[in-house]
């Protein structure tokens, strides 16, 4: 490739080698010591293996690399909740992610068993675009305008356990990124249909707006005029009674910090740059985005997709940064670069690094807990009811 620094930055390759047309000022050549202190590595090391089975560490796919290496399982969001609930013989669950997920992770384990996150301000900016009260406000407007009756609440898993409450509570279900086409298609099958005049069976979808839209459009084939955005911070969501009664989804306003920054620019300037090229991108993408990429899918499923492909493949990933890195490195045999050399890794999930992991480790070890995640009894009830309806859709055992 050529060494031309003169022209505007392109696409980060990655993985295969520097390339500096790509990766102008990011090496870090000379006498410097390793990312990992290896001390703090033996440490880890030794406090997990005194620890035994007693402990489980659980790895979301966006983690670093220094913390990943101590998970005993990797996964998507829904691979992860499914392993807690799994495990009723380890007391303890390090939970490597977000706190949403921790939270989860605490609804679907016995009480005889602590999570445990090793930096509690692992949290998740989408997760909090949507506050309870505000979903409460929301629900009690649509009641007043009729619409509730015909209203099934699906809610990402990137959400607080309140919330979650909240859609066990008026009989919907969580979905993740692998299950959301599923679970829409049921809560359509739950919908009220007709109740309101003129009117049909209708999904409240919290937090995302993209997932929502995307799995609605792309995976059930509905039309972007059936969607309507609901604006917490505005009265009525922004929206009049007759949006309300012609919508088939109303999607909440979140969105992804991190991945709402991939762009249709990106994807078209990596088409042009790389002949053959495949795109490859979260839902949690923008539509625009989404509709241009030739896959589309969980952490889980781009890894799954990528490991399946033919050597030489080429790829542009639009997911998190340090997940896109690993890749670059377990499959040098395929050229991987990142969508958008804009965007920087999930700084929350970030949180996560060997001082903590090794800090939870051996205060456990110790005899003390530290970073408990506790969800409150009745708010866990309802969550659980939910959590357990995504559970039950029908067919799901892990899927991509
Ligand atoms: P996955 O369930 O695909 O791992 O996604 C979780 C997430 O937070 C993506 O931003
Ligand atoms: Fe939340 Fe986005 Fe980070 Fe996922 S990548 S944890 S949705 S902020």
Known sequence: MSTDTSRPLPLLALGAGTDLRTERGVECPGDLPPASDPALVARARAAKERLGDK?????????????????????????????????????????????????????????????????????????????????????????????????????????????????????????????????????????????????????????????????????????????????????????????????????????????????????????????GVKVIVHPECRHEVVELADEVGSTEKIIKTIAAAPAGTRWVVGTELNLVQRLGEQFPDQQIAFLEKNVCYCSTMNRIDLPHLVWALESLDSGRVVNPIVVDEQVAHYARVALDQMLALPGETHRD
Request: hydrophobic share 40%; proline share 4%; glycine share 10%.
């Open 55 to 275: 402990v489980f560490v659980l790895g979301h796919h966006y983690q670093r690399d220094e913390v990943i290496e101590f998970a005993d399982v990797t996964g998507d969001s829904f691979k992860l909740a499914k392993e807690a609930a799994a495990r009723p013989d380890s007391p303890w669950i390090v939970f490597c992610g977000v706190h949403f997920m921790a939270e989860s992770a605490d609804i679907l384990t016995s009480d005889a068993q602590t999570v445990i996150l090793p930096d509690l301000a692992a949290g998740c900016s989408m997760a909090d675009m949507a506050a309870i009260a505000q979903v409460e406000d929301c629900w009690e407007q649509l009641e007043e305008a009729g619409i509730a009756a015909d209203t099934i609440p699906v809610t990402y898993m990137n959400s607080s356990a309140a919330i979650k409450a909240f859609t066990g509570r008026h009989g919907g279900t969580i979905c993740t990124s692998s299950n959301a086409k599923t679970a829409l298609s049921w809560a359509f099958s739950q919908a009220g249909d007709g109740q309101v005049e003129g009117g049909t069976g209708k999904v409240l979808f919290l937090p995302d707006q993209h997932l929502g839209r995307n799995t609605w459009a792309r995976d059930l084939g509905g039309s972007l005029e059936d969607c309507v955005v609901w604006d917490p911070h505005r009265p009525m969501g922004g929206l009049t009674l007759e949006q309300l009664r012609e919508a088939r989804m109303i999607l909440w306003r979140g969105h992804c910090s991190v991945h709402g920054r991939f762009t249709v620019e990106a994807v078209e300037q990596a088409r042009r740059e790389i002949p």
